[in-house]
């Protein structure tokens, strides 16, 4: 059977896969998903996990429209509910830390979490709020600080955590768990018309419906924050839909300013740093997008020296998606910026999230939810590594709830958190990650299973030994064995036989359907050389061994994704998937994120 091979360079393959609605995925290779905890008010939808922030083993948890009532208090009814709570989840410990939550009546619509930030000494939400308001605690920012590793907490008031009681104004000298610092310019259309960021010395606030910035100071000595900066630019360019700390350095996204070019809105992103001297911030770089979709500095992400952006307008203009994409820069002490690197990207990448050089973005459209994007330290070059498919979660009460790829994330060295507001008919909760566990070839549609060789009950293999659903097979003088380190499969020949099933790795497959199938994964050899894939009949009762599917793949030191379309391949609940590595030298094979799908008709 003649088949076409495509090197995939992009991250979602072409083609429309089988319709998944209703699917449950299988949690065994799965995160650690924590739902939003109790106990739930009698708002419908508390979505949990709408609102996310990350600093260490801490994930702050946002449910803006969950409703707080004071025990003994009439059951109100909308509007006069979603007075918001905020969760403290340390690990992936199911019950919170601490909770910051106004209740009662007339606290209501106040939407706590509307924005999270947290840093290893402080963590802040922002409340929104009918404007006026009759709640002193509408439209503010909170903040909590961490005293000898114990976080402030609001008292237990009638059986529950309430907050009312425990804010001071900025710059009072009491005794309080919360620091109020209202905010300039109310969220009226939008939980998203401001943005946050924390460090453990300064806070930022942009207005992006006013196109005003602020930054603020820590100053232990009086227990306050101080302003020392306020940028007001016009309304029209959004100023600060964006906002990022790292150290000194704070980027601020200016998505509809001039891009570089007069009169042409293409947006902007620029660095301030701070002269400690003075107490003044300065600008010291700016980005232009150059992109003619415009919005470059609608989301971004900084640190370790690494800034990314991300442009392109998220609705149709005349039908049709504009051109997205992901921009990279490195970020020096004194905030100026080099080797900038751009690339297309098929869909709209929403939140952004990184450490080190590592960069994981939701993303809205697509198979996949979540991208992984990489840094290479020798070459400086940003590449994409992997995905989560999104419909890889699916809650058990919600099967066509699979993760939206629009909430929020946060990332922390090896731990992931992704926020989930979908989860359990819309109580929500977080998804607990590891980036060196995702693999886009967990999709509920592989049918493939141990797709990148996760659970491994052997570390190595020896000819005809199985492990996790794989075995390795000599016949004929080949030898080899395999090794499973790092999560591939390397197979390390030491004789390659005379014929290329001399040495075979292998793997059981259920094909449900007659149809078209599509084939992918990604190799690569210690050497230049060449190994064989084949799907077909298992003839172990009758030496029948009727190839559905077989292609010979080039291979060599580094990385290649693959992908093979079978036009022709029957219904078959035993077939097998081998990767025939003999004939063909002695250099090593290393196979990971395998994934065989159904393609619809």
Same mark, same amino acid.
């Given at each position: 059977?003649?088949?076409?091979?495509?090197?995939?360079?992009?991250?979602?393959?072409?083609?429309?896969?089988?319709?998944?609605?209703?699917? $449950? @995925?299988?949690?065994?290779?799965?995160?650690?998903?924590?739902?939003?905890?109790?106990?739930?008010?009698?708002?419908?939808?508390? %979505?949990?996990?709408?609102? !996310?922030?990350?600093?260490?083993?801490?994930?702050?948890?946002?449910?803006?429209? =969950?409703?707080?009532?004071?025990?003994?208090?009439? %059951?109100?009814?909308?509007?006069?509910?979603?007075?918001?709570?905020?969760?403290?989840?340390?690990?992936?410990?199911?019950?919170? =830390?601490?909770?910051?939550?106004?209740?009662?009546?007339?606290?209501?619509?106040?939407?706590?979490?509307?924005?999270?930030?947290?840093?290893?000494?402080?963590?802040?939400?922002?409340?929104?709020?009918?404007?006026?308001?009759?709640?002193?605690?509408?439209?503010? $920012?909170?903040?909590?600080?961490?005293?000898?590793?114990? #976080?402030?907490?609001?008292?237990?008031? &009638?059986?529950?955590?309430?907050?009312?009681?425990?804010?001071?104004?900025?710059?009072?000298?009491?005794?309080? @768990?919360?620091?109020?610092?209202?905010?300039?310019?109310?969220?009226?259309?939008?939980?998203?018309?401001?943005?946050?960021?924390?460090?453990?010395?300064?806070?930022?606030?942009?207005?992006?419906?006013?196109?005003?910035? %602020?930054?603020?100071?820590?100053?232990?000595?009086?227990?306050?924050?101080?302003?020392?900066?306020? *940028?007001?630019?016009?309304? %029209?360019?959004?100023?600060?839909?964006?906002?990022?700390?790292?150290?000194?350095?704070?980027?601020?996204? $200016?998505?509809?300013?001039?891009?570089?070019?007069?009169?042409?809105?293409? &947006?902007? /992103?620029?660095?301030?740093?701070?002269?400690?001297?003075?107490?003044?911030?300065?600008?010291?770089?700016?980005?232009?997008?150059?992109?003619?979709?415009?919005?470059?500095?609608?989301?971004?992400?900084?640190?370790?020296?690494?800034?990314?952006?991300?442009? &392109?307008?998220?609705?149709?203009?005349?039908?049709?998606?504009?051109?997205?994409?992901?921009?990279?820069?490195?970020?020096?002490?004194?905030?100026?910026?080099?080797?900038?690197?751009?690339?297309?990207?098929?869909?709209?990448?929403?939140? +952004?999230? +990184?450490?080190?050089?590592?960069?994981?973005?939701?993303? @809205?459209?697509?198979? =996949?939810?979540?991208?992984?994007?990489?840094?290479?330290?020798?070459?400086?070059?940003?590449?994409?590594?992997?995905? *989560?498919?999104?419909?890889?979660?699916?809650?058990?009460?919600?099967?066509?709830?699979?993760?939206?790829?629009?909430?929020?994330?946060?990332? /922390?060295?090896?731990?992931?958190?992704?926020?989930?507001?979908?989860?359990?008919?819309?109580?929500?909760?977080?998804?607990?990650?590891?980036?060196?566990?995702?693999?886009?070839?967990?999709?509920?549609?592989?049918?493939?299973?141990?797709?990148?060789?996760?659970?491994?009950?052997?570390?190595?293999?020896?000819?005809?030994?199985?492990?996790?659903?794989?075995?390795?097979?000599?016949?004929?003088?080949?030898? @080899? #064995?395999?090794?499973?380190?790092?999560?591939?499969?390397?197979?390390?020949?030491?004789?390659?036989?005379?014929?290329?099933?001399?040495?075979?790795?292998?793997?059981?497959?259920? +094909?449900?359907?007659?149809?078209?199938?599509?084939?992918?994964?990604?190799?690569?050899?210690?050497?230049?050389?060449?190994? $064989? /894939?084949?799907?077909?009949?298992?003839?172990?009762?009758?030496?029948?061994?009727?190839?559905?599917?077989?292609?010979?793949?080039?291979?060599?030191?580094?990385?290649?994704?693959?992908?093979?379309? !079978?036009?022709?391949?029957?219904?078959?609940?035993?077939?097998?998937?081998?990767?025939?590595?003999?004939?063909?030298?002695?250099?090593?094979?290393?196979?990971?994120?395998?994934?065989?799908?159904?393609?619809?008709?």
């Amino acid at each position: 059977m003649s088949l076409v091979s495509r090197k995939i360079k992009v991250r979602s393959l072409a083609g429309v896969l089988a319709g998944c609605a209703g699917l $449950v @995925a299988a949690q065994a290779s799965a995160g650690v998903v924590v739902g939003k905890p109790t106990p739930h008010g009698n708002t419908a939808y508390p %979505e949990a996990g709408t609102t !996310l922030a990350r600093a260490g083993t801490y994930t702050l948890v946002g449910a803006l429209q =969950e409703h707080v009532k004071i025990s003994g208090e009439a %059951e109100p009814t909308f509007p006069s509910t979603m007075q918001g709570a905020v969760y403290l989840m340390n690990g992936t410990s199911a019950t919170p =830390e601490r909770v910051y939550q106004f209740p009662g009546v007339d606290q209501h619509n106040l939407q706590a979490g509307s924005q999270l930030a947290i840093s290893n000494r402080f963590l802040a939400f922002a409340t929104r709020g009918p404007n006026p308001s009759t709640s002193p605690q509408a439209n503010s $920012v909170f903040i909590a600080r961490k005293t000898n590793g114990s #976080w402030a907490e609001c008292p237990l008031v &009638g059986g529950q955590r309430d907050c009312n009681g425990a804010v001071r104004e900025n710059g009072q000298n009491i005794s309080h @768990a919360l620091t109020r610092i209202p905010l300039t310019y109310p969220a009226l259309s939008s939980f998203k018309d401001i943005a946050l960021a924390l460090s453990d010395d300064y806070l930022v606030i942009g207005y992006k419906r006013h196109s005003v910035l %602020e930054i603020y100071r820590y100053d232990s000595s009086s227990d306050a924050w101080i302003p020392e900066l306020s *940028l007001d630019e016009p309304d %029209e360019r959004f100023t600060g839909a964006a906002v990022a700390i790292d150290g000194d350095l704070v980027a601020v996204g $200016v998505p509809w300013s001039d891009g570089g070019e007069a009169g042409v809105e293409l &947006g902007s /992103v620029r660095i301030f740093r701070r002269n400690a001297s003075n107490s003044t911030w300065s600008s010291t770089a700016i980005a232009y997008g150059n992109f003619s979709s415009g919005a470059f500095g609608r989301s971004l992400a900084m640190a370790s020296g690494n800034l990314a952006v991300t442009s &392109g307008a998220t609705y149709l203009v005349n039908d049709v998606m504009p051109q997205q994409h992901l921009s990279f820069y490195r970020v020096a002490a004194d905030g100026t910026l080099s080797a900038q690197q751009s690339m297309a990207t098929a869909y709209p990448h929403v939140h +952004l999230a +990184l450490h080190g050089d590592t960069l994981a973005s939701t993303v @809205a459209g697509g198979d =996949e939810g979540l991208s992984l994007y990489k840094r290479d330290a020798a070459s400086g070059q940003w590449g994409y590594e992997t995905g *989560l498919i999104r419909d890889f979660y699916k809650s058990v009460n919600s099967p066509n709830s699979g993760y939206g790829g629009i909430d929020p994330i946060g990332l /922390v060295g090896d731990d992931l958190s992704l926020g989930w507001r979908a989860f359990s008919n819309l109580l929500g909760g977080v998804v607990h990650e590891k980036v060196s566990l995702i693999d886009a070839c967990r999709d509920p549609l592989n049918l493939v299973s141990n797709c990148s060789f996760d659970n491994v009950t052997n570390t190595s293999l020896a000819g005809s030994q199985s492990s996790s659903g794989w075995q390795l097979l000599n016949w004929n003088g080949g030898s @080899a #064995w395999a090794d499973f380190t790092g999560r591939q499969m390397r197979i390390n020949v030491q004789q390659p036989g005379s014929d290329m099933w001399h040495i075979q790795a292998r793997t059981t497959v259920n +094909l449900p359907q007659a149809g078209r199938y599509l084939l992918t994964f990604r190799a690569k050899a210690d050497d230049v050389r060449t190994f $064989v /894939v084949n799907l077909g009949r298992n003839g172990n009762s009758d030496n029948n061994w009727a190839s559905y599917g077989r292609v010979t793949a080039a291979a060599g030191p580094a990385w290649v994704v693959y992908s093979f379309e !079978l036009p022709n391949v029957p219904q078959d609940s035993a077939a097998l998937l081998d990767f025939n590595v003999g004939n063909a030298g002695t250099a090593a094979v290393t196979v990971d994120s395998v994934k065989l799908v159904r393609l619809v008709p």
